[in-house]
Protein backbone atom coordinates (compact mmCIF):
# COMPACT_ATOMS: atom_id res chain seq x y z
CA UNK A 1 0.00 0.00 0.00
CA UNK A 2 1.29 3.50 -0.53
CA UNK A 3 1.69 5.33 3.08
CA UNK A 4 2.59 8.57 4.19
CA UNK A 5 3.65 9.41 7.64
CA UNK A 6 4.32 12.77 9.38
CA UNK A 7 6.47 13.57 11.59
CA UNK A 8 9.83 11.93 11.53
CA UNK A 9 10.71 11.46 15.54
CA UNK A 10 10.66 8.03 17.37
CA UNK A 11 6.95 6.64 16.68
CA UNK A 12 6.99 8.77 12.79
CA UNK A 13 10.44 6.87 11.69
CA UNK A 14 9.92 4.09 13.69
CA UNK A 15 6.28 3.38 12.11
CA UNK A 16 7.56 4.41 8.34
CA UNK A 17 10.62 1.91 8.54
CA UNK A 18 9.23 -1.01 10.22
CA UNK A 19 5.71 -0.63 7.34
CA UNK A 20 8.63 -0.16 4.56
CA UNK A 21 10.35 -3.26 5.88
CA UNK A 22 7.42 -5.20 5.69
CA UNK A 23 6.71 -3.94 1.83
CA UNK A 24 4.37 -0.93 1.79
CA UNK A 25 5.67 2.21 -0.19
CA UNK A 26 6.20 4.81 2.61
CA UNK A 27 7.10 8.78 2.17
CA UNK A 28 7.94 10.45 5.36
CA UNK A 29 7.25 13.47 5.28
CA UNK A 30 9.08 16.40 8.03
CA UNK A 31 8.75 20.28 7.52
CA UNK A 32 12.85 20.41 9.06
CA UNK A 33 14.87 19.90 5.74
CA UNK A 34 17.87 19.19 7.44
CA UNK A 35 16.78 15.85 9.36
CA UNK A 36 15.30 15.02 5.85
CA UNK A 37 18.24 15.50 4.21
CA UNK A 38 20.04 13.48 7.11
CA UNK A 39 17.27 10.79 6.20
CA UNK A 40 17.78 10.90 2.74
CA UNK A 41 21.60 10.08 3.22
CA UNK A 42 20.53 7.04 5.33
CA UNK A 43 21.15 8.61 8.83
CA UNK A 44 18.94 8.23 11.27
CA UNK A 45 18.74 11.65 13.47
CA UNK A 46 18.66 10.31 16.77
CA UNK A 47 20.02 6.83 18.25
CA UNK A 48 17.50 3.70 18.34
CA UNK A 49 19.33 0.59 18.55
CA UNK A 50 18.68 -1.55 14.60
CA UNK A 51 17.44 1.80 13.29
CA UNK A 52 20.23 2.25 10.65
CA UNK A 53 20.23 -1.14 9.94
CA UNK A 54 16.37 -1.04 9.18
CA UNK A 55 16.94 2.13 6.98
CA UNK A 56 18.92 0.33 5.03
CA UNK A 57 16.50 -2.65 4.82
CA UNK A 58 13.79 -1.09 3.29
CA UNK A 59 15.74 2.22 1.88
CA UNK A 60 14.18 0.77 -1.61
CA UNK A 61 10.55 1.58 -0.26
CA UNK A 62 10.94 4.61 1.46
CA UNK A 63 11.37 8.47 0.10
CA UNK A 64 11.73 11.67 2.42
CA UNK A 65 10.01 14.81 1.74
CA UNK A 66 9.37 18.17 3.00
CA UNK A 67 6.80 18.48 0.73
CA UNK A 68 2.83 17.36 1.25
CA UNK A 69 2.14 17.39 -2.07
CA UNK A 70 4.52 15.64 -3.11
CA UNK A 71 3.18 12.09 -1.11
CA UNK A 72 -0.76 13.01 0.15
CA UNK A 73 -2.80 12.73 -2.68
CA UNK A 74 -1.61 9.14 -3.87
CA UNK A 75 -1.33 8.01 -0.16
CA UNK A 76 -4.14 5.50 1.01
CA UNK A 77 -3.08 5.75 4.42
CA UNK A 78 -1.75 8.78 5.92
CA UNK A 79 -0.50 8.67 9.91
CA UNK A 80 -0.21 11.80 12.05
CA UNK A 81 2.89 11.10 14.01
CA UNK A 82 3.92 15.48 14.93
CA UNK A 83 4.97 15.80 18.50
CA UNK A 84 2.03 16.70 21.56
CA UNK A 85 4.36 18.60 23.78
CA UNK A 86 2.97 19.65 27.43
CA UNK A 87 1.86 22.93 26.99
CA UNK A 88 -0.49 25.42 29.36
CA UNK A 89 -2.00 23.28 32.75
CA UNK A 90 -0.64 19.84 31.25
CA UNK A 91 -3.00 20.09 28.21
CA UNK A 92 -0.78 19.26 25.56
CA UNK A 93 -0.26 22.04 22.92
CA UNK A 94 -1.27 21.13 19.90
CA UNK A 95 -0.09 22.90 17.24
CA UNK A 96 2.05 20.94 15.20
CA UNK A 97 -1.31 18.21 14.70
CA UNK A 98 -3.33 21.02 13.88
CA UNK A 99 -0.47 22.60 10.77
CA UNK A 100 -0.51 18.47 10.12
CA UNK A 101 -4.55 18.17 9.58
CA UNK A 102 -4.62 21.22 7.54
CA UNK A 103 -1.54 20.57 5.80
CA UNK A 104 -2.95 17.11 4.75
CA UNK A 105 -6.55 18.34 3.63
CA UNK A 106 -5.49 20.61 1.25
CA UNK A 107 -3.76 17.97 -0.61
CA UNK A 108 -5.84 15.01 -0.37
CA UNK A 109 -7.04 13.94 -3.81
CA UNK A 110 -7.16 9.90 -3.57
CA UNK A 111 -9.64 7.84 -4.34
CA UNK A 112 -10.09 7.11 -0.82
CA UNK A 113 -7.01 8.12 2.26
CA UNK A 114 -7.40 6.76 5.78
CA UNK A 115 -5.93 9.71 7.93
CA UNK A 116 -4.50 7.85 11.10
CA UNK A 117 -3.33 9.94 14.11
CA UNK A 118 -0.72 8.17 15.79
CA UNK A 119 0.25 11.02 18.01
CA UNK A 120 -0.97 10.70 21.72
CA UNK A 121 -3.86 13.67 21.58
CA UNK A 122 -6.84 14.11 24.16
CA UNK A 123 -9.48 12.41 23.97
CA UNK A 124 -11.84 13.65 21.43
CA UNK A 125 -9.28 15.74 19.01
CA UNK A 126 -10.23 12.41 16.29
CA UNK A 127 -13.53 14.37 15.74
CA UNK A 128 -10.80 17.97 16.14
CA UNK A 129 -8.78 16.43 13.46
CA UNK A 130 -11.28 14.90 10.99
CA UNK A 131 -12.86 18.69 11.13
CA UNK A 132 -9.55 20.43 10.38
CA UNK A 133 -8.82 17.86 7.45
CA UNK A 134 -12.41 18.64 6.41
CA UNK A 135 -12.57 22.21 6.24
CA UNK A 136 -8.87 22.42 4.43
CA UNK A 137 -10.21 19.79 1.79
CA UNK A 138 -13.41 21.67 1.31
CA UNK A 139 -11.44 25.19 0.83
CA UNK A 140 -9.33 23.93 -1.65
CA UNK A 141 -11.66 21.88 -3.27
CA UNK A 142 -13.92 24.94 -3.35
CA UNK A 143 -10.86 27.18 -5.11
CA UNK A 144 -10.47 24.41 -7.41
CA UNK A 145 -13.25 24.06 -8.89
CA UNK A 146 -14.37 28.11 -8.24
CA UNK A 147 -16.89 28.83 -10.94
CA UNK A 148 -17.54 24.74 -11.94
CA UNK A 149 -21.44 23.35 -11.02
CA UNK A 150 -19.75 20.49 -8.97
CA UNK A 151 -17.26 21.33 -6.09
CA UNK A 152 -15.89 18.50 -6.14
CA UNK A 153 -16.22 15.56 -4.00
CA UNK A 154 -17.42 15.16 -0.95
CA UNK A 155 -15.05 15.11 2.09
CA UNK A 156 -16.50 11.52 3.46
CA UNK A 157 -16.05 10.09 -0.13
CA UNK A 158 -12.33 10.97 0.06
CA UNK A 159 -10.92 10.39 3.76
CA UNK A 160 -11.61 9.24 6.91
CA UNK A 161 -10.14 9.77 10.35
CA UNK A 162 -9.29 6.90 12.79
CA UNK A 163 -6.92 6.60 15.93
CA UNK A 164 -4.38 4.24 16.07
CA UNK A 165 -2.20 4.75 19.22
CA UNK A 166 0.84 3.70 19.42
CA UNK A 167 3.10 1.60 22.68
CA UNK A 168 6.51 1.41 21.57
CA UNK A 169 9.65 2.23 24.11
CA UNK A 170 12.17 4.62 23.01
CA UNK A 171 15.46 2.16 22.46
CA UNK A 172 13.14 -1.24 22.09
CA UNK A 173 11.61 1.17 19.24
CA UNK A 174 11.88 -1.26 16.45
CA UNK A 175 11.32 -4.91 18.77
CA UNK A 176 7.73 -3.07 20.05
CA UNK A 177 6.78 -2.60 16.62
CA UNK A 178 7.80 -5.94 14.73
CA UNK A 179 6.49 -7.59 17.85
CA UNK A 180 3.91 -5.76 18.90
CA UNK A 181 1.31 -7.62 22.23
CA UNK A 182 -1.62 -5.90 20.28
CA UNK A 183 -2.47 -3.39 17.62
CA UNK A 184 -5.12 -0.54 18.44
CA UNK A 185 -7.50 0.91 15.62
CA UNK A 186 -10.20 2.66 16.93
CA UNK A 187 -12.51 4.09 14.41
CA UNK A 188 -16.59 4.64 13.48
CA UNK A 189 -16.36 2.68 10.03
CA UNK A 190 -15.89 -1.07 8.52
CA UNK A 191 -14.15 0.40 5.53
CA UNK A 192 -11.48 2.25 7.22
CA UNK A 193 -11.06 -0.86 9.50
CA UNK A 194 -10.51 -2.92 6.91
CA UNK A 195 -7.16 -0.60 5.09
CA UNK A 196 -5.66 -0.60 8.40
CA UNK A 197 -6.60 -4.47 8.71
CA UNK A 198 -4.82 -5.17 5.17
CA UNK A 199 -1.48 -2.06 6.09
CA UNK A 200 -1.25 -4.37 9.20
CA UNK A 201 -1.96 -7.81 8.05
CA UNK A 202 1.78 -8.79 7.92
CA UNK A 203 2.28 -7.79 11.25
CA UNK A 204 -1.09 -9.31 13.01
CA UNK A 205 -0.47 -12.82 11.02
CA UNK A 206 3.52 -12.86 12.08
CA UNK A 207 4.42 -14.17 8.62
CA UNK A 208 6.95 -11.23 7.73
CA UNK A 209 11.03 -12.29 7.57
CA UNK A 210 12.28 -11.82 10.46
CA UNK A 211 15.47 -9.05 10.33
CA UNK A 212 18.61 -11.03 11.16
CA UNK A 213 19.50 -8.26 13.68
CA UNK A 214 16.04 -8.67 15.64
CA UNK A 215 14.65 -12.59 15.69
CA UNK A 216 11.45 -13.44 16.23
CA UNK A 217 10.56 -14.52 20.22
CA UNK A 218 9.72 -17.86 20.04
CA UNK A 219 6.72 -17.34 22.18
CA UNK A 220 5.07 -15.19 19.00
CA UNK A 221 2.15 -16.24 18.04
CA UNK A 222 -0.58 -13.78 16.21
CA UNK A 223 -1.43 -10.70 17.35
CA UNK A 224 -4.19 -9.41 18.34
CA UNK A 225 -6.16 -6.63 17.00
CA UNK A 226 -8.67 -4.82 19.80
CA UNK A 227 -10.81 -2.83 16.83
CA UNK A 228 -12.84 0.30 18.67
CA UNK A 229 -14.00 3.26 18.18
CA UNK A 230 -11.98 6.57 18.41
CA UNK A 231 -12.85 7.80 21.96
CA UNK A 232 -11.71 4.53 23.60
CA UNK A 233 -8.66 4.15 21.36
CA UNK A 234 -7.51 7.77 22.49
CA UNK A 235 -8.26 6.44 26.16
CA UNK A 236 -6.47 3.10 25.99
CA UNK A 237 -3.21 5.01 25.19
CA UNK A 238 -3.22 7.46 28.16
CA UNK A 239 -4.74 4.77 30.27
CA UNK A 240 -1.92 2.42 29.37
CA UNK A 241 1.07 4.83 29.92
CA UNK A 242 -0.38 6.38 33.12
CA UNK A 243 -0.68 2.56 34.37
CA UNK A 244 2.87 2.09 33.59
CA UNK A 245 3.90 4.94 35.45
CA UNK A 246 2.04 4.50 38.69
CA UNK A 247 3.16 0.65 38.59
CA UNK A 248 6.58 2.15 38.41
CA UNK A 249 6.12 4.56 41.30
CA UNK A 250 3.98 1.78 43.21
CA UNK A 251 7.61 -0.11 43.21
CA UNK A 252 9.16 3.21 44.32
CA UNK A 253 7.09 3.52 47.31
CA UNK A 254 7.51 0.64 48.40
CA UNK A 255 10.82 0.70 47.89
CA UNK A 256 10.87 3.42 50.46
CA UNK A 257 9.74 1.08 53.12
CA UNK A 258 11.40 -2.07 51.82
CA UNK A 259 14.55 0.53 52.92
CA UNK A 260 13.00 1.41 56.33
CA UNK A 261 12.37 -2.25 57.03
CA UNK A 262 15.61 -4.00 55.80
CA UNK A 263 14.09 -5.78 53.17
CA UNK A 264 15.14 -6.64 49.46
CA UNK A 265 13.36 -4.34 47.05
CA UNK A 266 14.92 -6.64 43.59
CA UNK A 267 13.10 -9.79 45.91
CA UNK A 268 10.06 -8.08 46.99
CA UNK A 269 9.67 -7.34 42.74
CA UNK A 270 10.23 -10.37 41.97
CA UNK A 271 7.48 -11.98 44.24
CA UNK A 272 5.05 -9.47 43.94
CA UNK A 273 5.73 -9.74 40.11
CA UNK A 274 5.22 -13.56 39.39
CA UNK A 275 1.86 -13.52 40.10
CA UNK A 276 0.70 -13.12 36.76
CA UNK A 277 -2.38 -10.76 38.04
CA UNK A 278 0.78 -8.24 38.75
CA UNK A 279 3.32 -9.44 36.25
CA UNK A 280 7.01 -8.74 36.66
CA UNK A 281 7.98 -5.88 34.05
CA UNK A 282 7.33 -1.92 34.74
CA UNK A 283 8.69 -3.23 39.17
CA UNK A 284 12.38 -1.79 38.65
CA UNK A 285 12.72 0.62 41.70
CA UNK A 286 14.57 3.16 41.10
CA UNK A 287 14.41 7.37 40.90
CA UNK A 288 11.48 6.78 38.79
CA UNK A 289 10.63 7.42 35.39
CA UNK A 290 11.67 10.22 32.98
CA UNK A 291 11.27 10.51 29.21
CA UNK A 292 9.01 12.86 26.82
CA UNK A 293 5.89 10.50 27.65
CA UNK A 294 4.52 9.16 31.25
CA UNK A 295 5.62 13.01 32.42
CA UNK A 296 3.34 14.28 29.67
CA UNK A 297 0.51 11.72 29.08
CA UNK A 298 -0.27 11.59 33.02
CA UNK A 299 -0.03 15.58 33.37
CA UNK A 300 -2.51 15.35 30.16
CA UNK A 301 -5.10 12.71 31.83
CA UNK A 302 -5.10 14.96 34.54
CA UNK A 303 -6.06 17.78 32.63
CA UNK A 304 -8.70 16.04 30.63
CA UNK A 305 -10.59 14.45 33.68
CA UNK A 306 -10.38 17.77 35.38
CA UNK A 307 -12.44 19.37 32.29
CA UNK A 308 -15.09 16.58 33.28
CA UNK A 309 -15.09 17.57 36.46
CA UNK A 310 -13.19 14.53 38.13
CA UNK A 311 -10.52 14.66 40.63
CA UNK A 312 -7.47 11.42 39.54
CA UNK A 313 -6.17 10.53 42.88
CA UNK A 314 -4.00 7.53 41.70
CA UNK A 315 -1.98 9.27 38.67
CA UNK A 316 -1.60 12.20 40.86
CA UNK A 317 0.04 10.13 43.22
CA UNK A 318 1.83 8.32 40.89
CA UNK A 319 3.49 11.79 40.06
CA UNK A 320 4.53 12.88 43.32
CA UNK A 321 6.14 9.93 43.79
CA UNK A 322 7.78 10.43 40.94
CA UNK A 323 8.85 13.87 41.44
CA UNK A 324 10.04 12.37 45.11
CA UNK A 325 12.23 10.20 44.17
CA UNK A 326 14.54 12.64 42.47
CA UNK A 327 14.48 14.83 45.90
CA UNK A 328 15.37 11.63 47.79
CA UNK A 329 19.00 11.33 45.63
CA UNK A 330 19.59 15.07 46.29
CA UNK A 331 18.80 14.11 50.54
CA UNK A 332 20.89 10.58 50.85
CA UNK A 333 24.07 12.50 49.40
CA UNK A 334 23.66 15.34 51.72
CA UNK A 335 23.27 12.51 54.40
CA UNK A 336 26.22 10.98 53.15
CA UNK A 337 28.83 13.89 52.56
CA UNK A 338 27.04 16.51 54.91
CA UNK A 339 28.06 19.25 52.64
CA UNK A 340 27.27 19.35 49.17
CA UNK A 341 28.96 22.86 48.62
CA UNK A 342 32.43 22.72 47.17
CA UNK A 343 31.72 18.63 46.37
CA UNK A 344 32.24 17.09 43.10
CA UNK A 345 30.06 15.07 41.99
CA UNK A 346 30.10 12.54 39.22
CA UNK A 347 26.90 11.26 37.36
CA UNK A 348 26.78 8.14 35.23
CA UNK A 349 24.40 8.26 32.62
CA UNK A 350 22.51 10.86 31.30
CA UNK A 351 19.65 9.65 29.31
CA UNK A 352 16.17 8.75 30.56
CA UNK A 353 17.02 5.03 29.82
CA UNK A 354 19.60 2.70 28.25
CA UNK A 355 19.92 2.33 24.88
CA UNK A 356 18.59 6.22 23.82
CA UNK A 357 20.36 9.54 23.42
CA UNK A 358 16.90 11.25 24.54
CA UNK A 359 17.57 13.40 27.33
CA UNK A 360 14.10 14.76 27.08
CA UNK A 361 12.86 15.02 31.26
CA UNK A 362 15.77 12.87 31.96
CA UNK A 363 15.98 12.42 36.27
CA UNK A 364 19.97 12.60 35.74
CA UNK A 365 19.40 16.72 34.17
CA UNK A 366 17.05 17.04 37.29
CA UNK A 367 19.47 15.88 39.80
CA UNK A 368 22.35 17.71 37.91
CA UNK A 369 20.58 20.86 38.26
CA UNK A 370 19.76 20.38 42.23
CA UNK A 371 23.33 19.77 42.87
CA UNK A 372 24.70 22.59 41.04
CA UNK A 373 22.26 24.83 42.84
CA UNK A 374 23.36 23.42 46.28
CA UNK A 375 26.66 24.15 45.23
CA UNK A 376 28.40 21.10 43.81
CA UNK A 377 30.41 20.40 41.04
CA UNK A 378 29.32 18.03 38.70
CA UNK A 379 30.97 15.75 35.75
CA UNK A 380 28.84 13.62 33.71
CA UNK A 381 29.48 10.94 31.10
CA UNK A 382 26.87 8.84 29.05
CA UNK A 383 27.89 6.44 26.20
CA UNK A 384 26.21 8.14 23.65
CA UNK A 385 23.69 11.24 25.10
CA UNK A 386 27.15 13.09 25.26
CA UNK A 387 26.39 15.31 21.74
CA UNK A 388 23.18 15.88 22.53
CA UNK A 389 23.39 16.85 26.08
CA UNK A 390 25.95 19.34 25.47
CA UNK A 391 23.83 20.77 22.02
CA UNK A 392 20.47 21.07 24.30
CA UNK A 393 21.75 22.50 27.72
CA UNK A 394 24.63 24.54 26.98
CA UNK A 395 23.55 26.66 30.55
CA UNK A 396 23.88 23.81 32.56
CA UNK A 397 27.46 24.06 33.83
CA UNK A 398 28.23 20.47 33.76
CA UNK A 399 32.03 18.76 33.12
CA UNK A 400 31.21 16.31 30.08
CA UNK A 401 33.89 13.51 30.17
CA UNK A 402 34.94 11.17 27.36
CA UNK A 403 34.39 8.23 29.93
CA UNK A 404 32.76 7.08 33.10
CA UNK A 405 36.23 6.82 34.33
CA UNK A 406 37.09 10.18 33.97
CA UNK A 407 33.95 11.36 35.38
CA UNK A 408 34.55 9.47 38.31
CA UNK A 409 38.02 10.89 38.87
CA UNK A 410 38.25 13.23 42.09
CA UNK A 411 34.75 12.88 43.14
CA UNK A 412 33.61 12.78 46.45
CA UNK A 413 30.29 10.54 45.37
CA UNK A 414 29.30 9.06 41.94
CA UNK A 415 25.43 8.66 41.04
CA UNK A 416 24.23 6.01 38.75
CA UNK A 417 21.45 7.62 36.66
CA UNK A 418 20.71 5.61 33.88
CA UNK A 419 21.10 1.84 33.57
CA UNK A 420 23.51 1.17 31.22
CA UNK A 421 25.00 -1.83 30.86
CA UNK A 422 28.87 -0.93 30.71
CA UNK A 423 28.41 0.70 34.18
CA UNK A 424 27.97 -2.54 35.42
CA UNK A 425 30.81 -4.16 34.00
CA UNK A 426 33.25 -0.76 34.95
CA UNK A 427 36.44 -2.01 36.63
CA UNK A 428 34.93 -0.39 39.87
CA UNK A 429 38.31 -1.64 41.46
CA UNK A 430 40.45 0.43 39.70
CA UNK A 431 38.23 3.64 39.22
CA UNK A 432 38.24 3.34 43.36
CA UNK A 433 40.97 4.92 44.28
CA UNK A 434 41.41 7.41 41.48
CA UNK A 435 37.92 9.04 43.45
CA UNK A 436 38.23 11.48 46.46
CA UNK A 437 35.90 9.38 48.49
CA UNK A 438 34.84 6.14 47.15
CA UNK A 439 30.79 6.46 47.22
CA UNK A 440 28.47 5.60 45.06
CA UNK A 441 24.51 6.30 44.57
CA UNK A 442 23.01 3.29 42.72
CA UNK A 443 19.72 5.15 41.08
CA UNK A 444 18.57 2.28 39.30
CA UNK A 445 19.32 -0.75 41.65
CA UNK A 446 21.87 -1.46 38.83
CA UNK A 447 25.33 -2.06 39.96
CA UNK A 448 26.94 -5.36 41.90
CA UNK A 449 26.44 -4.35 45.58
CA UNK A 450 28.12 -6.99 46.58
CA UNK A 451 31.03 -6.87 44.34
CA UNK A 452 31.31 -2.97 45.70
CA UNK A 453 31.08 -3.13 49.14
CA UNK A 454 34.01 -6.16 48.55
CA UNK A 455 36.09 -3.27 46.79
CA UNK A 456 35.83 -0.93 49.71
CA UNK A 457 33.18 1.08 48.47
CA UNK A 458 30.04 3.12 50.35
CA UNK A 459 27.25 1.69 48.59
CA UNK A 460 23.72 3.44 48.67
CA UNK A 461 20.60 2.53 46.79
CA UNK A 462 17.24 4.23 46.45
CA UNK A 463 15.46 1.29 48.30
CA UNK A 464 16.10 -2.11 49.93
C1 LIG B 1 6.62 4.69 27.24
C2 LIG B 1 5.75 3.42 27.21
O1 LIG B 1 6.45 2.34 27.85
C3 LIG B 1 5.43 3.03 25.77
O2 LIG B 1 4.54 1.91 25.77
C4 LIG B 1 4.76 4.22 25.07
O3 LIG B 1 4.50 3.93 23.71
C5 LIG B 1 5.68 5.43 25.14
O4 LIG B 1 5.95 5.73 26.52
C6 LIG B 1 5.00 6.59 24.47
O5 LIG B 1 3.93 6.99 24.94
O6 LIG B 1 5.46 7.05 23.43
P1 LIG B 1 9.24 5.22 26.87
O7 LIG B 1 8.93 6.48 27.62
O8 LIG B 1 9.93 5.31 25.55
O9 LIG B 1 7.87 4.40 26.61
O10 LIG B 1 10.15 4.29 27.79
P2 LIG B 1 9.87 3.29 29.00
O11 LIG B 1 10.62 2.04 28.75
O12 LIG B 1 8.43 3.15 29.29
O13 LIG B 1 10.57 4.05 30.22
C7 LIG B 1 10.06 5.26 30.77
C8 LIG B 1 10.80 5.60 32.05
O14 LIG B 1 10.42 4.71 33.11
C9 LIG B 1 12.32 5.51 31.95
O15 LIG B 1 12.90 6.63 32.59
C10 LIG B 1 12.65 4.23 32.68
O16 LIG B 1 13.94 4.27 33.25
C11 LIG B 1 11.57 4.22 33.77
N1 LIG B 1 11.28 2.86 34.27
C12 LIG B 1 10.77 1.91 33.44
C13 LIG B 1 11.49 2.58 35.62
O17 LIG B 1 11.93 3.43 36.40
N2 LIG B 1 11.19 1.32 36.07
C14 LIG B 1 10.68 0.35 35.28
O18 LIG B 1 10.43 -0.77 35.78
C15 LIG B 1 10.47 0.64 33.92
Redesign the pocket.
Known amino acids: MKVSIVGTGY?GLTTGACLAYLGHSVTCIDADSAKVAELKAGRAPFHEPFLNELLADAQRNLTFTTDYAAAIPQSQVIFIAVGTPTGVNGAPDLKYLESAARSIGQCLAGDFTVVVNKS?VPIGSGNWVESLVREAYEKHAAEKHAGEKHAGRKAEDVFAIASNP??????SAIFDTLYPDRVVVGTDQQRTREVLYSLYRPLLEQDFRAPVYLARPASMGAVPLISTDIASAELIKYA??AF?ALK?SYINEIGQLAEKVGADIEQVAKGIGLDARIGR????A?V???????GK?TAALISTASEYGLDSPIVKAARAVNARQRERVVEKLLDELKILKGRTIGILGLA??PDTDDLRESPALDIARKLIERGARVRAHDPVAMERFRKENPDLKVTCCESAEEAARGCDAVVLMTEWVEYRELDWEAIRPTMRTPVVLDGRNHLDRARLVTAEYRYLGLAG
Open positions: VTEFLREGANLIRFLQGGWGGSCFDFK
